[in-house]
């Protein structure tokens, strides 16, 4: 990346120092190269311009963030359960790498004061959070290389903050929860998409309704369809057995 790029990124940062200590507090280690860092909390709305449209933000790491922690996240499962088949082992990486979980995530280490932006971070949609995470680790990877970024994945990030023995003994499958308990009962159950909202600047809010023999059961909306439906069924889940 052109060395100017970098220069004027760095001019979002005003406490460098600051920023610095901040970057070695919550990885555990010194970082070599600050701007992979600064890079990592440039919302796309705060871009950096640079000759023939070509823009530098933070999408790129959170591709390459994304990757890293799937795999370290993969590696370690596997090694802490050794017992357990493939579905929970999938079931159990989906939840602790999805969007609401890295949103937690990244607000309990702190990442939300760190995101430039060019708009009120109230207008924000929350997986902004969680994409600067995955940024982030990003960073960590091509500053500080894997056996380092796994550390402070595992322990920085997921030991602190996650008990595992208690999330793999908890279903938060409500969709599928839901589906079960319709086909049991013999009822007729549908997930309708019912309107895309943009209320923020960054993206879109789906909204579905559980239909369940015609009526409206539950209503939920998220950031994605498949993040709708699962509040829509957790909604109808605590709805019947009200029953």
Known sequence: MPLNIFHRIKGLFIYKNRFYYFVREITGFA??????????????????????GFSVNNERLEFLGDSILDAIIADYLFEIFPNENEGFLTNL???????????????????DKHIKAQTDKCGL????????LEAFIGAVFLDMGYVKTRKFIIYKL????????????????????????????????????TEEIS?????????????????????????????????????????????
Do not use: M
């Open 31 to 52: 970082p070599n190269n600050i701007e992979y860092f600064e890079l990592a909390f440039v919302h796309k709305s705060a871009s950096v311009y640079h000759g023939k």
């Open 93 to 111: 990486r989906s939840r602790l790498v999805n969007r609401q979980s890295l949103n937690e995530l990244a607000a309990k280490i702190g990442l």
């Open 125 to 132: 949609a929350p997986s902004v959070l969680g994409n600067a």
């Open 158 to 193: 997921i030991e602190p903050n996650i008990d595992l023995k208690k999330l793999g003994e908890t279903d938060t499958n409500f969709k599928g929860r839901v589906i079960d308990w319709a086909q049991k009962q013999k009822k007729e159950i549908e997930f309708v998409c």
């Open 199 to 243: 209320t923020t600047k960054s993206g879109k809010v789906f909204v579905v309704k559980l239909i369940i023999d015609g009526n409206e059961i539950g209503k939920g909306q998220g950031d994605s369809k498949k993040e709708a439906e699962q509040h829509a069924a957790e909604f109808a889940l605590q709805r019947v057995k009200k029953k």
